[in-house]
């Protein structure tokens, strides 16, 4: 729990938004796209008029990037917590993005559920941040 004193500050950034998944279609073009989908793979399957997960990433990489630029700048407070809340597919290619996985590294974890978190701890003796969080990984290619 935060007090209010201990936040800095809070903003919206539309970068963190979940993959647009296109125009609502007839279902069975749906079914075809969603088939189709699980043979290219997540990450680089486009919805008709959406994205695909290499979108998504790109706008991860922009994110990330301001990200730092404005917490190493000097001209912002220095802080030692930031929360992202985002969903499921953006936090994975987040952590993609940072820890630099592979599509196939990608491919291998399910999306995290509505709710769950992921922490990212600073380890101070080697300066980089580590994945706190157990990911799951897919039980099969139909989970997300």
């Not at 997960?53 to 802080?79: H, S, W």
């Amino acid at each position: 729990l935060f007090l209010p004193s201990q936040i800095l500050s809070v903003r919206e950034d539309p970068r963190l938004r979940e993959q647009e998944w296109g125009n609502f279609l007839h279902p069975d073009i749906r079914r075809a796209e969603m088939e189709e989908r699980k043979k290219v793979g997540d990450f680089y399957f486009r919805f008709s008029n959406g994205e695909s997960g290499a979108d998504v990433y790109d706008r991860c990489t922009l994110f990330l990037d301001t990200l730092f630029r404005e917490n190493m700048n000097g001209q912002t407070p220095k802080v030692d917590n930031i929360l992202i809340v985002c969903h499921g597919l953006f936090m994975r290619l987040f952590l993609m993005r940072y820890f630099r996985w592979t599509v196939e590294e990608h491919h291998k974890w399910r999306n995290f559920r509505n709710g769950e978190y992921c922490v990212l701890e600073h380890n101070k003796e080697t300066g980089s941040y580590e994945l706190q969080t157990k990911l799951e990984e897919k039980k099969s290619e139909d989970e997300e």
